[in-house]
């Protein structure tokens, strides 16, 4: 009998819950980034940022991430400033010049995306061409003149004792095909230009002899990108800056540990990547021909032990004294913060390669 009666209210209990429509509390509402990338759509260079939103790194430290297309570096930090953006892509060849005239905001690096020095000469297959000192006397082809290549070649070749203005002339050879084209002719004698420049001209078909270029001394650690903030961004959401940066090195291992699945998550996000005439399949070896020469400036070998997004004191050093700005920044340390980097790269780096080996589309 007393078994009868406990079933019974335990029934009239749970009866007049449901009636009284009590449910379980709704789950905690993400917290939205807005992202911002300084070019005119989302393009293909985002991609070890993009791709947590698709497998889900994004949703797991509690963050709705959306990258906007900005437009440009410039109009990146003019939105953090306003308030249109939460994140974005923190350049130090923009800032930094800016922030030396005092019309910058307090914009805060706090993960390196793209530590490794990005450029390089190429030639066409089989010239004698093998370091910068056979250079002299010879025509340099760049992209054009207001590409980030133009300052570096020259600084470059200063580095080792070549005049870019009277031992060389350097010339814009364009991009892709219209570069690719004139590497071939023989109308340039080597080509200066970034990593994924190259990507973009082998895509196409044509074939290159990479220098090797092994930058050193005070070139060093220059033309990397980050993650940034301003100041009070991150100080108000010390957790969205982890979640983010975490975010971000486990779509790099993934991207790393296979690259085709990372174009095809990338494309998932993105469809209208694909340019026109092109089918998915040629798409996807563009992607791999292009961030296959970025990815290897993902990593950074010259810390030990390794972690993710690490920043050096040195890296901005150098980059100072490339735009020369030495006497108008003498405090770098406001610029950047590795408060965050533990935390990020406390992750399961070898779990994120298995799921990328084993990874099926939705």
């Not at 350049?91 to 390089?120: C, E, M, Q, R």
Request: charged share 25%.
């Amino acid at each position: 009998m007393k078994t009868s009666k406990s079933v019974i209210f335990v029934f009239v209990f749970a009866l007049a819950i449901a009636l009284a429509g009590i449910t379980p509390a709704p789950a905690k509402a993400l917290m939205k980034v807005r992202f911002a990338f300084g070019t005119p759509t989302v393009q293909v260079l985002a991609l070890n940022i993009a791709i947590g939103k698709y497998l889900g790194y994004y949703e797991e430290e509690g963050i709705d991430f959306n990258i906007l297309a900005a437009g440009s570096n410039t109009a990146t930090m003019q939105g953090l400033a306003t308030g249109k953006f939460d994140m974005g892509v923190f350049v130090p060849a923009t800032i930094l010049p800016l922030a030396a005239k005092g019309s910058a905001p307090p914009f805060v690096a706090f993960y390196n995306y793209t530590p490794k020095f990005k450029y390089d000469f190429v030639t066409k297959p089989g010239s004698d061409i093998k370091s910068v000192e056979q250079l002299k006397g010879k025509i340099i082809g760049i992209p054009k003149l207001g590409h980030s290549s133009n300052p570096v070649v020259r600084a470059v070749l200063r580095q080792h004792n070549i005049d870019p203005e009277k031992d060389v002339r350097i010339v814009v050879a364009g991009y892709g095909p219209t570069a690719g084209d004139m590497i071939k002719r023989g109308k340039i004698d080597a080509f200066f230009a970034g990593d994924t420049d190259f990507g973009r001209i082998e895509a196409v078909g044509f074939k290159l002899q990479h220098m090797g270029y092994k930058v050193a001394g005070d070139l060093k650690g220059i033309a990397g990108f980050y993650l940034g903030a301003t100041e009070n961004f991150i100080k108000s959401n010390p957790k969205a800056c982890v979640g983010v940066g975490r975010a971000v090195a486990k779509a790099t291992v993934f991207a790393l540990a296979n690259l085709p699945m990372a174009a095809e998550a990338f494309l998932k996000l993105y469809p209208t990547a694909v340019a026109k005439g092109k089918t998915r399949k040629e798409a996807i070896a563009d992607i791999v021909h292009i961030i296959g020469a970025r990815s290897k400036n993902w990593v950074r070998e010259d810390v030990k032990p390794h972690k993710w997004g690490i920043m050096l004191k040195q890296d901005f050093e150098n980059e100072r004294k490339f735009l020369k700005l030495e006497d108008k920044l003498p405090d770098l340390s406001k610029f950047y913060t590795n408060q965050f980097i533990d935390e990020i790269n406390n992750f399961d780096a070898e779990k994120i390669r298995h799921q990328a080996k084993n990874f099926k589309l939705k």
